[in-house]
Nanobody, 127 residues
């Protein structure tokens, strides 16, 4: 059984930074792309960022490009999301997830392309 545990969320002021972590277990972590999604109250879950299984390619939503950085440490079975220049509209519950595809060429941009999810971590950006 795959388990994903996020951490690092919290309350931060506009312009601040946070780093989210997602620790994985139960499957060969390095064989799967990883993604971060977020869901704000009353809104649908949306794609934030993804990283290929090797870590060589990264992908971002336009809304976070240039501010967020996704990375992974396959030796630690952990994926990170470094968030800078945070805005109130970044307030949401952030989830990490594992891509369905074994060593897929490209990570998915939609939630249906991921099979295991963490419990989420709250990020709140105050204005």
């Amino acid at each position: 059984q795959v388990q994903l545990v996020e951490s690092g969320g919290g309350l931060v002021q506009t312009g601040g930074s946070l780093r989210l972590s997602c620790a994985a277990s139960g499957r060969t972590f390095s064989d799967y792309a990883m993604g971060w999604f977020r869901q704000a109250p009353g809104k649908e879950r949306e794609f934030v960022a993804a990283i290929s299984w090797s870590g060589g390619n990264t992908y971002y939503a336009d809304s976070v490009k240039g501010r967020f950085t996704i990375s992974r440490d396959n030796a630690k079975n952990t994926v990170y999301l470094q968030m800078t220049s945070l805005k109130p509209e970044d307030t949401a519950v952030y989830y990490c997830a594992t891509d369905l595809k074994y060593r897929g060429r490209y990570p998915s941009y939609w939630s249906g392309g991921y099979d295991y999810w963490g419990q989420g971590t709250q990020v709140t950006v105050s204005s």
